[in-house]
């Protein structure tokens, strides 16, 4: 990957001002203007915020931690946002062509959402329990996520970036007390399960910490010099910075944070709730549906489904009420694993089955290499069932599907394979490998995305089942209702929570009374949707929009619809806002008529 610095860019636009072989009547090469403005501010986002270059494999930053809920830093990223928007204003937008047009329209959206975000206080309750700095540092620092262990560089930028977590740590604290005088806590129930996940790492010794592992794993190649000084310098780190770290997070937590937290659980009763709910639903769905849309559709597409389910236990031959079959799909220990690697082969297994069956689908396929790996334990009682994280172009790290066994008794058989087509193949690893790989992408659109898109996309990649001939069983077929089911319910239940004021319970009601799901994916479902408000939304939105602008194709396109064709005509250009989406697929269409 190139490298763009702003002298780069400096003599790069110097160059475009004086050259007088250009295509406009400005002496601009607008294009070109517009290419370096992108690159300028994608590498100062990078500056900003190391821990997103990792994840792209640029390790220029992977000394650093930053304190992205600091004064300091929050004040930087509005001076950047605001800089470039009022820059990209000069930008003649039809100057450039049909695809930079979209980047435009991308960039300047995102700039805009973002400055916007700036009335609602996140930082305020900067963790939780499935989402917080101390638990993705735990992965990031084990050797099991982003930050590479391959050199002894690599151990020692890590040794430095434990300083900026520890700042981050206290930034945090001190946050949160300022939350707690302005009304803006998180509810009591989700801190009361974030502090087991803080306890976990206050071990008596290094050894037992999962900072320790990149030391247990030390590559060979490491001379004996450089073992000595790293073991000695990750167990001073571990047991003076790290383990001191996680204990004040814990006493804070105990001392002062749980007895103020709240006993509410939704948006609507914090501090300009009701706006700051209505931002998170236009910033994540890329729509202007209201929440009291969402919601009506979220109860359509319920009743809808639970229709087709009652076909489907027509077909086994079971004979009674939907919730009498909900009852014995979650109960029968055929359906069930009994040891968690049994789970983890079977979709190990899926791999390269899926993989035979995709090409009569699609027509262009990622290089970046696919795994699947169990969740940590550290992290599992509190994860989601599956997850994807994205790996890089050059292969160095492959893309990842984590299946959580945790409690593998609870984890049906008949909803694997639809969670794979999800989050692994044709799904996530699909469209964000094929983006990040398309080098004619600017960078922010190669690594970057919208929530509806990418999670739309993960949903409708489920509806492809039958087309690729995997819900072969019916059951099977049933598993992946169950999960179209599952995030339509979303759709009710985050509204509900954050717009209509529902509890705890009400929320459990609810999802127990309209799907096959046991109580522990319940109940971390619940609290997932309190904890990060609006994203749970995007599932279904996206999947209906792409759904709907497929239809619309087959209709206008009759027998000239080719579905590799459109398949690679979503995907090409990578995640994007819905309407831009539509506006894209019907101008493909058009040109075919």
Same mark, same amino acid.
């Given at each position: 990957m190139r490298k763009i610095t702003s002298a780069y860019i400096a003599g790069l636009l110097l160059a475009i001002a004086c050259t007088t072989e250009l295509p406009d009547e400005q002496g601009i090469d607008t294009p070109a203007a517009f290419a370096a403005l992108l690159e300028e501010h994608f590498e100062q986002h990078l500056a900003l915020n190391p821990i997103d270059a990792t994840e792209i494999g640029d390790?220029?930053?992977?000394?650093?931690?930053?304190?992205?809920?600091?004064?300091?830093?929050?004040?930087?990223?509005?001076?950047?946002?605001?800089? @470039? !928007? +009022? *820059?990209?204003?000069?930008?003649?937008?039809?100057?450039?062509?049909?695809? =930079?047009?979209?980047?435009?329209?991308?960039?300047?959206?995102?700039?805009?959402?973002?400055?916007?975000?700036?009335r609602f206080p996140d930082h305020l309750a900067p963790m939780n329990q499935f989402r917080s700095a101390s638990t993705s540092f735990v992965l990031l620092g084990s050797g099991s996520g982003d930050h590479p262990?391959?050199?002894?560089?690599?151990?020692?930028? @890590? !040794? +430095? *970036?434990?300083?900026?977590?520890?700042?981050?740590?206290?930034?945090?604290? =001190?946050?949160?007390?300022?939350?707690?005088?302005?009304?803006?806590?998180?509810?009591?129930?989700?801190?009361?399960?974030f502090l087991p996940q803080v306890e976990s790492q206050l071990v008596d010794r290094a050894e037992a910490s999962g900072f320790y592992a990149p030391i247990t794993n030390m590559p060979e190649s490491f001379s004996a010099a450089d073992r000595a000084r790293l073991t000695a310098a990750y167990k001073d780190a571990i047991e003076n910075k790290l383990i001191p770290a996680y204990a004040r997070i814990k006493n804070f937590m105990v001392d002062e944070y749980l007895s103020a937290a709240r006993d509410s659980?939704?948006?609507?009763?914090?501090?300009?709730?009701?706006?700051?709910?209505?931002y998170k639903v236009r910033q994540i769905t890329t729509t202007d549906l209201t929440p009291a849309e969402i919601h009506q559709i979220g109860l359509d597409e319920v009743a809808r489904i639970h229709n087709e389910m009652r076909g489907v236990m027509q077909q086994v031959g079971f004979e009674g009420e939907l919730s009498e079959f909900f009852e014995y799909v979650n109960s029968d220990a055929r359906f069930f694993y009994s040891e968690p690697e049994q789970l983890i082969q079977a979709y190990r297994d899926m791999t390269a089955h899926i993989e035979s069956l995709v090409p009569k689908l699609f027509e262009v396929f990622p290089k970046t290499p696919f795994e699947v790996r169990r969740v940590e334990p550290f992290r599992e009682q509190s994860a989601a069932k599956g997850s994807y994280q994205s790996g890089l172009p050059d292969g160095s790290r492959?893309?990842?599907?984590?299946?959580?066994?945790?409690?593998?008794?609870?984890?049906?058989?008949?909803?694997?394979?639809?969670?794979?087509?999800?989050?692994?193949i044709p799904g996530h690893h699909f469209q964000i490998a094929l983006q990040q790989e398309n080098e004619s992408l600017p960078r922010f659109r190669r690594y970057g995305g919208f929530t509806a898109y990418i999670e739309g996309w993960g949903l409708y990649a489920e509806s492809l089942?039958?087309?690729?001939?995997?819900?072969t069983d019916p059951l099977d077929y049933f598993g992946a209702l169950n999960a179209e089911l599952w995030r339509s319910i979303r759709l009710v239940t985050d509204t509900g929570i954050h717009a209509k004021g529902w509890t705890r319970q009400q929320v459990l009601d609810y999802m127990f009374a309209n799907s096959a799901t046991s109580e522990t994916r319940a109940v971390a479902e619940a609290e997932r949707f309190m904890a990060i408000p609006g994203q749970a939304l995007a599932y279904k939105?996206?999947?209906?929009?792409?759904?709907?602008?497929?239809?619309?194709?087959?209709?206008?396109?009759?027998?000239?619809?080719?579905?590799?064709?459109?398949?690679?005509?979503?995907?090409?250009?990578?995640?994007?806002?819905l309407s831009m989406l539509e506006t894209k697929i019907q101008t493909w269409v058009d040109a075919q008529m």
């Open positions: 390790y220029r930053y992977n000394d650093q931690y930053a304190n992205s809920i600091g004064p300091e830093h929050r004040a930087s990223e509005h001076e950047l946002n605001s800089e @470039f !928007l +009022a *820059r990209l204003a000069d930008i003649e937008r039809d100057d450039l062509g049909v695809n =930079e047009r979209l980047s435009y329209d991308m960039f300047k959206l995102r700039l805009e959402t973002a400055l916007a975000g700036e262990f391959d050199t002894v560089k690599h151990y020692d930028d @890590f !040794l +430095a *970036r434990i300083d900026g977590f520890v700042v981050y740590t206290e930034q945090a604290i =001190e946050n949160m007390r300022e939350g707690v005088r302005q009304g803006i806590t998180q509810p009591r129930i989700l801190m009361q399960k659980i939704g948006l609507l009763d914090l501090p300009d709730g009701e706006a700051w709910y209505a492959p893309g990842i599907f984590y299946a959580n066994a945790y409690n593998v008794g609870t984890r049906p058989k008949w909803d694997m394979q639809s969670l794979f087509l999800h989050e692994a089942g039958r087309e690729l001939g995997v819900y939105i996206g999947m209906l929009k792409i759904r709907e602008i497929r239809a619309r194709a087959e209709a206008q396109l009759g027998d000239k619809f080719d579905v590799r064709a459109f398949h690679t005509q979503v995907l090409m250009d990578g995640a994007m806002p």
